[in-house]
């Protein structure tokens, strides 16, 4: 009789199927919303998805000079990562679906995670341009990882908390935080950017000089799973920033309209900026952002004080 009851769990909670084609329609408007700003037309509504099957249903090869078993393992690690990540974020208009004290450092740790298999898979293979692809991946990890977290940290030093459930519940009580915290507020969505290597941060992937980077070597189901745990952290990340920085996602009305204008601006941002080159990213964004994250940081814990 409780059969069904796992299933139904499994095709519409947040953390199941339905993040998974929740993140799909999420990619497919960054690419729509981006095709507009440039005058085109841009995908139709079923392209992520015929894409993702597409990959899926292709035969994966296994490059020659490759540790077999990692080069299979990454992906699902890095997959099973960023969908753990998600069981401790509000999403939809939900509540988290698990919650523990301290879980804002786990999330974090999971969602870098993804970066560092990128950076595995790159080295693992001999391809050079997997190689400079999965260099770039971990040297621009340093320059965006640190003010990214202090960005997310913020938030959690107002609400003297780590759980992330407890900081939705203060950020939907209060002032939002990108009104006392505008500084964090961009950095988190400039980090954010980064974690995902968009332009103008996609220096680890670029198409026109290292082929696909890191994962120049994958091909059908383990290039899908990474593609897939992509687009997760994408919707994971708007969910954190909209939480932690916009009064919070109190009904699945509210998380859409929220992150779909984060998308919007990190869109323009992808369709303004130029790509940086790797020296850029690490010398400007390190040096700036690190910075400013620790001034805002300052100022938090001195009217803390006071």
Not at 172 to 181: C, D, G, K, P, S
Not at 220 to 247: D, Q, S, T
């Amino acid at each position: 009789m409780n059969t069904p009851h796992p299933l139904i769990c499994l095709l519409f909670f947040p953390c199941g199927l339905f993040l998974i084609i929740a993140s799909l329609f999420y990619e497919w408007l960054d690419r729509k919303i981006i095709a507009r700003f440039q005058n085109r037309m841009g995908p139709r509504l079923y392209q992520p998805v015929a894409d993702l099957f597409k990959l899926l249903s292709k035969e994966e090869i296994i490059p020659l000079g490759v540790n077999r078993t990692l080069f299979i393992a990454l992906p699902v690690f890095a997959f099973a990562c960023v969908m753990t990540a998600s069981l401790y974020v509000p999403l939809f208009g939900f509540k988290s679906a698990w919650s523990l004290r301290g879980d804002l450092i786990i999330t974090m740790y999971l969602l870098s995670a993804m970066t560092v298999c990128l950076g595995m898979a790159g080295a693992n293979s001999i391809n050079r341009f997997a190689v400079v692809g999965a260099t770039r991946t971990l040297t621009q990890l340093f320059a965006y990882e640190g003010p990214f977290m202090l960005a997310l940290l913020m938030p959690a030093l107002v609400a003297q908390t780590w759980t992330i459930s407890e900081i939705a519940d203060y950020a939907a009580n209060h002032t939002w935080l990108i009104v006392t915290q505008p500084v964090g507020f961009v950095i988190a969505v400039i980090g954010l950017i980064g974690k995902l290597e968009l332009p103008p941060f996609d220096a680890p992937e670029a198409e026109s000089e290292i082929v696909s980077g890191a994962l120049s070597e994958y091909s059908g189901r383990g290039l899908g799973v990474f593609h897939i745990a992509k687009n997760v952290e994408l919707v994971v990340g708007l969910a954190l920033i909209a939480v932690f920085y916009l009064g919070g996602v109190g009904n699945p009305l509210q998380f859409a309209i929220k992150t779909i204008i984060l998308l919007g601006a990190i869109a323009l941002l992808q369709s303004t900026l130029t790509r940086l080159r790797i020296d850029q990213t690490v010398g400007l964004w390190w040096q700036i952002g690190a910075i400013l994250s620790l001034l805002q940081l300052l100022i938090i814990i001195l009217v803390r004080v006071e």
